[in-house]
């Protein structure tokens, strides 16, 4: 069983930078791809960053220039560094990992950027 512990979300005025983290309980090294999902009440769940085993990047549109996931293997940590934080960022956060092609899901951290 793996799991995965997202923290870091809470509430920001709009320009200001979050960073949340997700702590995995295996190696996120066996992880093919570790990602940072989001979903506001009402929305589609939108992929938001995503990093690979090797370390490549990609980002969802609306969060490009301003978002950076990065992780840290000693620590089994994917970080998702937030800044200039608008209110169309407020949602609930999820960490995802697929690992042997089954994905895991945390439970999220919620965000909140008010203007």
């Known amino acids: 069983q793996v799991q995965l512990v997202e923290s870091g979300g809470g509430l920001v005025q709009a320009g200001g930078s979050l960073k949340l983290s997700c702590v995995a309980s295996?190696?996120?090294?066996?992880?093919?791809?570790m990602s940072w999902y989001r979903q506001a009440p009402g929305k589609v769940r939108e992929l938001v960053a995503t990093?690979?085993?090797?370390?490549?990047?990609n980002y969802g549109d609306s969060v490009k220039g301003r978002f950076t996931i990065s992780r840290d293997n000693a620590k089994n940590t994917v970080y998702l560094q937030m800044n200039s934080l608008k209110p169309e960022d407020t949602a609930v956060y999820l960490c995802?990992?697929?690992?042997?092609?089954?994905?895991?899901w945390g439970q999220g951290t919620q965000v909140t950027v008010f203007s």
């Open positions: 990093i690979s085993s090797g370390g490549s990047t």
């Open positions: 995802n990992g697929a690992r042997f092609n089954i994905p895991y």
């Open positions: 295996r190696s996120i090294s066996s992880f093919n791809f």
